[in-house]
């Protein structure tokens, strides 16, 4: 969609949302709405399996501006495994969240699924270390149950980890297949735009791209990295 203006709240203050109760997530992801809404946002994506999860039905009952959501990828995982053994690396708020639940019984109620709790992960990214021993040594010991148990498919359940893809290629055998959700939910963001009538066909204006964070602007810098030159990053307090 190279037309459309983006507007990205990067909630970093709060982070990580995965050890907090669903009451807390629902409120932060209310006020994160609302300063999306506050911003002109024509349709909102919770980048956030946890988020998701815990809020999405909420937020869709409460507003008429569509929303789409990130769970993790559970349905591709199960249909494409074939050994039946898969792995789902993501926070305790999702795992715990009953939309998670739902989808694995749903989908993979027959598979063997080794669920881990990513604790640490999250702030060693936002931290930016993404190349640090420490992360290294954390995340072999959270692939180190699923590996044993020859998993075939990873399903990452974080909008964090996708970042973690070449640490991880290097650290699991070349058999296991990476599945995040992020491809999808471009499509269907996509979609809905054209089923609304609303997505942007020219690029007069130019799209704007703005990516707010309320803390430093620099893990954001940092994660974007060879995209910069085209976004303008600020601080807002929120």
């Known amino acids: 969609m190279p037309s459309e203006s983006t507007c990205y709240l990067a909630d970093s203050k709060h982070a990580p949302y995965g050890g907090k109760t669903p009451d807390q997530i629902r409120d932060l992801c209310i006020k994160n709405t609302e300063k999306l809404i506050e ?26 501006i569509p929303f789409i959501g990130i769970e993790p990828a559970i349905k591709p995982a199960a249909l494409e495994s074939k050994n039946g053994i898969i792995g789902i690396l993501a926070t305790q708020g999702t795992l715990n969240s009953k939309l998670f639940v739902d989808t694995s019984e749903r989908f993979a109620g027959n598979l063997k699924r080794i669920e881990v709790v990513g604790s640490g992960l999250v702030p060693l990214i936002e931290d930016g270390a993404l190349g640090s021993p420490e992360l290294e040594k954390l995340l072999a010991t959270y692939l180190a149950p699923m590996i044993e148990a020859s998993i075939d498919h990873l399903v990452l359940g974080c909008s964090h980890y996708p970042y973690l893809i070449p640490l991880l290629t290097k650290l699991l055998p070349a058999n296991v297949t990476i599945i995040d959700s992020g491809q999808a939910v471009a499509k269907q963001t996509k979609a809905v735009l ?7 066909k020219d690029t007069t204006p130019a799209p704007n791209h703005i990516l707010y964070s309320n803390t430093s602007t620099t893990t954001l810098e940092t994660l974007v990295g060879d995209f910069t030159k085209h976004i303008q990053f600020q601080y807002l307090a929120f």
Do not use: M, P, S, W
Not at 39 to 64: E, M, Q, S
Not at 194 to 200: D, R, S, T, Y
């Open 194 to 200: 054209e089923n609304h009538q609303q997505l942007a």
């Open 39 to 64: 911003f002109g946002a024509k349709i909102i994506v919770v980048a956030c399996n946890t988020a998701t999860t815990n809020a999405i039905d909420h937020l869709r009952n409460h507003y008429t």
